[in-house]
């Protein structure tokens, strides 16, 4: 009887050694490997860390009304997807919601059934009426702007961020016209885009345009990195999707209502590439001839999902820690005085993954981190011989 369950005992002590090097031979890899598998698992090609969209109604005017409601319903999309507002510019004239003509007092609609009103509660508009300029728009993204510029309407990105720039209103060849008062040109873009490349404030961009003949506001991009997308041809325009009677003016236009469409289907978690979404385009019902510029982009359209530029990311930029700690110990001496976690208000949040828990950053060594490991291991194998101790006890005692 006293020697009955000493097979059972063995058994249970085989199977915590069994366990115990399951785990050893798991912890070959480095933290650093580790830390980088669970960031990543999940992760793109793109290799950006955050997501933002600008997106611009250029128009004014009631008769514009569906320039609005395409801004409108990009907006809608993007932060449905998961980008939230803070990461969102809308540039809007804002002057058909609460117009005298509107008979939907404070809403904008889509579609002349009027089932979602785009305008809702909760849309943030940053630049509202006559801040929709040219100069705003070129110093948004190139980041020269007012040192008095509040948070909210400064484009924070940094050389991980993929950018979302849309597009829409009245333009012609080259040339996109801001609220009937000014215009800006494809060069105008394009050497934004440049400015932005040197200055390393986007990792991609998509640029995406709705106006008549919109393909050539593409035509003169030249810096990497960048995929283009546009309504029609050069001398083509770009027609309106329907009217609605009660409102008595054109919705929305017909190619930002099939991109929209497309989009209903799309999660945050979706699979979808952006040729997917090119493929969908239809001239037949769009009416006009879009057009797709990739050769900037180094990336394969069916290996770039649309998530990668509408949707809202979770995924962190992991450091090698002695990287961290050699910096922040040259910080640390340099500026005594200075808090370690101090930086620049207006500096974008990039997440910092370090390979260990640390306690105190400027003590952390590379001595430090071998004898935590040590001490792990002597836990571990204290625990099994522990555990065995008390089964063979039970064992015999019974």
Known sequence: MRFRLLPQACLLLLTCFMAWGVGSSG??????????????????DSGHTNNWAVLVCASRYWFNYRHMA??????????RLGIPDSNIILMLADDVACNARNKFAGSVYAEAGRHLDLYGENIEVDYRGYEVTVENFIRLLTGRVDPSMPRSKRLLTDDHSNIFVYMTGHGGNEFLKFQDQEEISAFDIADAFEQMWQKKRYNEILFMIDTCQANTMYSQFYSPNILATGSSQIEENSYSYENDNDIGVSVIDSYTHYVLKFMEGI???????????FDSYD????????GIRSDLFRRPLDKTLITDFFGGVAQAEVFPLQDIVGSSDHHYHENDSTPLTTRKPDAPSVPVVLSTTVVSLPR???????????WKEVRKWTSIFVVGCLVSWVSFVR
């Not at 001239?283 to 879009?290: D, G, L, M, V």
């Open 283 to 290: 001239p037949a019902k769009i009416y006009s001839h879009p």
């Open 364 to 374: 952390l060594t590379g001595e430090t981190y071998e004898w935590d490991n040590w």
């Open 27 to 44: 912890s070959t890899t480095s933290a650093d490997e580790r830390a980088a598998d669970f960031f990543g698992r999940h992760d793109s």
């Open 267 to 277: 999660n945050k978690t979706s699979q979808t590439s952006m040729q997917d979404l």
């Open 70 to 79: 395409n801004a409108l319903g990009m907006y809608r999309t993007v932060k």
